[in-house]
Nanobody
Framework: QVQLVESGGGLVQPGGSLRLSCTAS??????MAWYRQAPGKQRELVAR???????YYLDSVKGRFTISIDYAKNSVNLQMNDVRPEDTAVYFC???????????????WGQGTQVTVSS
């Protein structure tokens, strides 16, 4: 199954920028997404990009966050600009196999990376 490793989290001031990366052992047959979970809250979908380049963003991050895939590096990135304290959470990468591959591939999650927005 696909292995996911996230990187790029840390402490950033409000209004600042951060770039998260998720490196996958394989990526071409997966829709890739970033989720986040703040303390005491449910995990929520932040952004998703499909193999057909359909992109979804959570309303509260539209215009600030950008999801992209680098197929040469097997990575999915989340560029976070103009961050806010409410963006503080653990961010998780998720891979969902295309329907044609579901018989032999499963969903996979990364281990998570902490993002803290604070002055």
């Amino acid at each position: 199954q696909v292995q996911l490793v996230e990187s790029g989290g840390g402490l950033v001031q409000p209004g600042g920028s951060l770039r998260l990366s998720c490196t996958a052992s394989e990526i071409n047959i997966y829709d890739m997404a970033w989720y986040r979970q703040a303390p005491g809250k449910q995990r929520e979908l932040v952004a998703r990009i499909t193999t057909t380049d359909n992109i979804y963003y959570l309303d509260s991050v539209k215009g600030r966050f950008t999801i992209s895939i680098d197929y040469a590096k097997n990575s999915v990135n989340l560029q976070m600009n103009d961050v806010r304290p409410e963006d503080t959470a653990v961010y998780f990468c998720k891979a969902t196999p295309q329907s044609a591959w579901r018989a032999v591939r499963s969903d996979a999650w990364g281990q998570g990376t902490q993002v803290t927005v604070s002055s």
